[in-house]
């Protein structure tokens, strides 16, 4: 076992040097590459929603980066909280049903329907149904 321990070291390090250099040639070749089974979080529903969600923030930490890109799963009687959009953010419905308030409103999507919130109008979702409800969410980050 003592002899083993320098070459897993060796091989631990040659790792660790490999992962680091194509690390960089993603970013020098001009794109980000982001697993979702790296970044998700289990959290309540933003804007004081409640209930349980899965979060996907990709793109999170890109610095240079105007957009953010969200797969949220609002789990049964999990919710988006209804709050005030101060820049476009786009919904798009991936599975599930959900209940959608917009400006004092009320509508049901699904799957397949995409929301477009303008700025300065306010909305909230919760999920309805007995599946979770899966989205995209995309908004331009401040």
Known sequence: MKKLAP???????????????IG?????????????????VTEA?????????????????EQNSKLQFTKRILRPGAAI?????KEEEIYYIISGKGEMMMN??????????????????SHGLKQTGSK?????INYEKK
């Open 104 to 121: 004092g409103e009320t509508f049901n999507v699904e799957e397949g329907d995409a929301i477009l919130t303008h700025a300065g109008s």
């Open 45 to 61: 529903g933003p804007h004081s929603g409640g209930g349980s969600t899965k979060a996907y923030k990709f793109f999170k930490k």
């Open 7 to 21: 070459a897993i070291m060796f091989c631990g390090l040659t790792l660790l040097l490999i992962s680091s250099v």
């Open 81 to 85: 909280g209804y709050h005030l959009q």
């Open 24 to 40: 960089k040639q993603n970013q020098q070749s001009g794109y980000t590459l982001e697993h979702e089974k790296d970044i998700v």
């Open 132 to 136: 979770e409800l899966v989205m995209i």
